[in-house]
């Protein structure tokens, strides 16, 4: 039985390089007449309560968005995000941080259609609330991520662009090497889809997925961000996206954003 719940790290620095990085990738794709798909693999339960117990034991938001939350002069593609979460919360005080699914189904239109795999009983019944709440068009499914996410491109409506987000926790070891492989798979059976893979960066003496990730193909992205460790022994010293698939159209506005996180978190 897995254990991990991102109540714990949601809104850490990992999750603002991942979601500006979604909302700047979905934003650029919606601006196109046709209409998108959404699939996320592992989607958590969409919304969290960061004055909640988990968020306050870790406290890893406060050098996630807690750092940009009230910062001037942040480059336009931060201010975005961080504008997005600023409407969770009424432009008050931070209390509650949009998980990916809540990003995406801010940037997509009435038209687009969301697909949401969660495994986790208590995390899908919230994943499900949270669209009930605020994204009718937004389907919440309990199960396996990989195999649904499969389901849905081995028969998708071929009028839709299919985008989509695996973001594991990890907890797997086998999910290093699984989840750039399935990547691939994806990519391979649908070419015109977009997919996102995120991953940790750990400590030098662990393997993580940056040497399972092979040399991007043409036409693919890749973005990493170091930062200091959040506490003695934790694991994770940085955080890597790669976009499977062919981005050249949007590869400028994307090299922007990189360089935006890249500074921000070299401060
Ligand atoms: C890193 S969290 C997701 C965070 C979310 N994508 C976000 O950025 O807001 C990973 C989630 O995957 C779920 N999970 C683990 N294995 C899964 C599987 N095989 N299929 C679907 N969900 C799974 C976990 O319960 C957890 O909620």
Request: proline share 5%.
């Amino acid at each position: 039985m897995l254990s991990y719940q991102h109540g714990f790290h949601a809104g850490n620095q990992a999750d603002v390089h991942k979601h500006c990085l979604l909302l700047g990738l979905l934003s650029l794709i919606a601006k196109k007449a046709r209409p998108i798909t959404y699939i996320e693999s592992h989607a958590g339960r969409g919304l969290y309560d960061l004055a909640g117990e988990q968020a306050q034991k870790t406290g890893e938001w406060r050098s996630g968005i807690g750092a940009i939350y009230e910062q001037a002069g942040l480059p336009t593609p931060l201010a975005r995000y961080r504008d997005v979460v600023a409407r969770w919360n009424r432009g008050e005080a931070i209390l509650q941080y949009p998980g990916s699914p809540c990003i995406a189904g801010g940037a997509l239109r009435k038209r687009d259609k969301l697909v949401l795999f969660e495994q986790h009983g208590t995390e899908f019944q919230a994943l499900e609330t949270a669209m009930t709440n605020h994204y009718r068009h937004a389907e919440a499914i309990r199960g396996d991520g990989y195999d649904g996410m499969f389901d849905v491109f081995s028969d998708h409506d071929p009028r839709h662009r299919l985008i989509a987000m695996i973001d594991p926790s990890y907890e797997l070891k086998e999910d290093f090497t699984r989840a750039p492989t399935f990547a691939e798979r994806l990519v391979a059976l649908v070419p015109d889809a977009l997919v996102m893979l995120w991953y940790p960066v750990l400590s030098r003496d662990e393997i993580g997925l940056e040497h399972a990730v092979p040399a991007p193909q043409s036409g693919s992205f890749h973005s990493i961000i170091r930062f200091p460790q959040h506490r003695e022994g934790h694991r994770m010293v940085g955080s890597g996206m790669v976009i499977y698939g062919d981005i050249s159209e949007n590869r400028r506005p994307l090299k922007v954003l990189d360089r935006a996180l890249q500074a921000h978190f070299a401060v």
